[in-house]
């Protein structure tokens, strides 16, 4: 059953409707309202109703207008439209009833300049040259030639210049001196590739300066080397005899020192079983936190005081505390806090929050419901002061539809239900609940 809606569908002149479909029916069965439109289904055509009959909206084409690029516009009317259609330079335009047919326009491009007729047309480029193409002003070919094209590659080092013939010569790719880099020259598809690398063992024949990080995979004995940056040993422990200390370092306040964030999962011990384990400032724990023995903790505001307790110190801390506890479960209960930043309510806080009630009285086409101070046939509901809190659906109860009105919510809780006509004595039923 389609919706009943009892008062006016303003648009507000910047909404659409879309996808819309006329109400099929006929002019005898629809109702003889003055503006009224429907789909008469008897005659195929859309009519509308002019207060004394209907007029039907379908019909032959009444006005044509065809307006031209340089704004210039040809406007029919009344009487016969002649349409034509001539080609501008270098375009044609024929027409043809062929015998049986239907009637044919057909518009064809001239054939383009003496420039490119047939004792010049063919493939033009090569490997040594490239085809250059003249268009006029209507986009077509009128002259193609062609142009050579360099085949030398030139290539400079510090101390001398080669060129490079790439229609005979080959380029090479070689290692000064073994075990310094290795290269290779693959073909794929019409991919030619280059790679260069460093082959297992590498040797330097001079110094090696590293000027950030020096990674080590195995054992590595480095004496009285300085790095600029990590050096990372795997494989292998770093070690200090038993008067030395280990220091780890790092003035970038920033950065600081990380340990252990190259691979996921790798577990980290930090002291003996019996050592001790300080920390100077605070502790940020990214994942569980989990404490085998006592957990003592100085300064709290929130501490565990039993199993199914936790206890908040209030701003002053004094011998009154909030205790959050739980009740016993029957089974797994999950509570979870909105996201959200408010105060929780007691159930005690809770006040009403819903309101139900019939209006109409086939006379009054404004209804209001007020906090309080209603009289007939305007009603109170009780719900507070603020009626952007409240959410209103309308019901009619004869057929228990969902029905639309103007619902105007305004001050001091006050909400205007507007019908276009009178609704019947209690017809309406009102629903409001409190939200907020």
Known sequence: ???PILNHLDLRSVSELQNAILHKTTEGSASNVEGKIIYDTGTDSPKVYNGSSWIDLGGDIRQVKVTADDGNSYDVTSGNFDLVISGDTGISTTYSIPSGGVPTLEIDL?????????????????????????????????AATTASITTTLTIDDASSTQ???????????????ANEITTAVTKDGTDVKVTIGLPDDVTIGNNLTVTTDLSV????????????????????????????TLNIDNSNTTNGVKIGTATSGVPITIGHATSEVTVGDNLTVNGNFT?????????????VVENNTIEFEGTTADAHEI???????????????????????????????????????????????????????????GLGA???????????????????????????????????????????????????
Do not use: W
């Open 110 to 142: 001239d054939d383009t300049s003496t420039d490119m007729t047939s004792t010049n047309s063919g493939v033009y480029g090569s490997a040594t040259a490239i085809p250059v193409i003249t268009v006029d002003r209507q986009g077509r070919l009128t």
């Open 217 to 244: 995979d195995g054992v590595s004995n480095l004496d009285n080397t300085d790095i600029d940056g990590t050096l990372v040993v795997d494989g292998s422990n770093i070690s200090l005899d038993s008067t030395s």
């Open 323 to 381: 205790k959050l506890t739980g009740g016993e479960p029957t089974a797994d209960r999950v509570v979870a806090l909105p996201d959200n930043s408010g105060t929780i309510a007691l159930t005690t806080d809770i006040t009403a929050r819903q309101f139900t009630t019939t209006i109409g009285n086939a006379s009054a086409t404004t209804i209001n419901l007020l906090n309080s101070g209603a009289s007939a046939p305007h009603k109170n509901h």
């Open 1 to 3: 059953m389609a919706i």
């Open 291 to 303: 404490v085998v023995g006592t957990q003592t903790t100085l300064n709290e505001t929130v501490k």
């Open 386 to 436: 603020d009626s952007t809190q409240f959410m209103i659906q309308l019901i009619e109860v004869s057929s228990g539809l969902t029905v639309m009105a103007d619902v105007a919510r305004g001050t001091s809780g006050a909400i205007a239900i507007t019908f276009a006509s009178a609704p019947a004595a209690n017809a309406i039923r009102v629903l409001i609940t409190k939200i907020g």
């Open 163 to 177: 060129d490079v013939s790439l229609a005979t010569d080959d380029l090479q790719f070689l290692s000064a001196s």
